[in-house]
């Protein structure tokens, strides 16, 4: 399995961007979806993670309300729309992929089988 994530770039405080995680290969429809980002200096941190069917959400506290992830398995492509973007967002942003899901390790990095390349999203004042 291959991921590509895209639709970063550099806006202002309040806007909105889109990120895509394009998937390639026969078993993605099987597979649980997050997003994780890194900023400068700091660890890789859990923003979100959709499962398979689409039927299970979960976010990191400082993006629920802000954030939604959804998937289009016809397009093998999952989506993090982000809206009220703060500075804090800044960062290198990574999906990735998980063949098994436990409720209570979604956010460990360690669990990811896959990882696409990051896009990086920057918000200023």
């Known amino acids: 399995v291959q991921l590509q994530a895209s639709g970063g770039g550099l806006v202002q405080a309040g806007a909105s961007l889109r990120l895509s995680c394009a998937a390639s290969?026969?078993?993605?429809?099987?597979?649980?979806i997050g997003w994780f980002r890194q900023a400068p200096g700091k660890e890789r941190e859990f923003v979100s993670l959709?499962?398979?069917?689409?039927?299970?959400?979960y976010y990191t506290d400082s993006v629920k309300g802000r954030f939604t992830i959804s998937r289009d398995n016809a397009k093998n492509t999952v989506y993090l729309q982000m809206n009220s973007l703060e500075t804090e967002d800044t960062a290198v942003y990574y999906c990735a992929a998980r063949r098994m899901m436990d409720s209570g390790s979604y956010s460990w990095a360690n669990e990811y089988d896959y990882w696409g390349q990051g896009t990086q999203v920057t918000v200023s004042p």
């Open positions: 959709i499962t398979w069917s689409g039927g299970r959400t």
């Open positions: 290969g026969r078993t993605y429809n099987t597979l649980h």
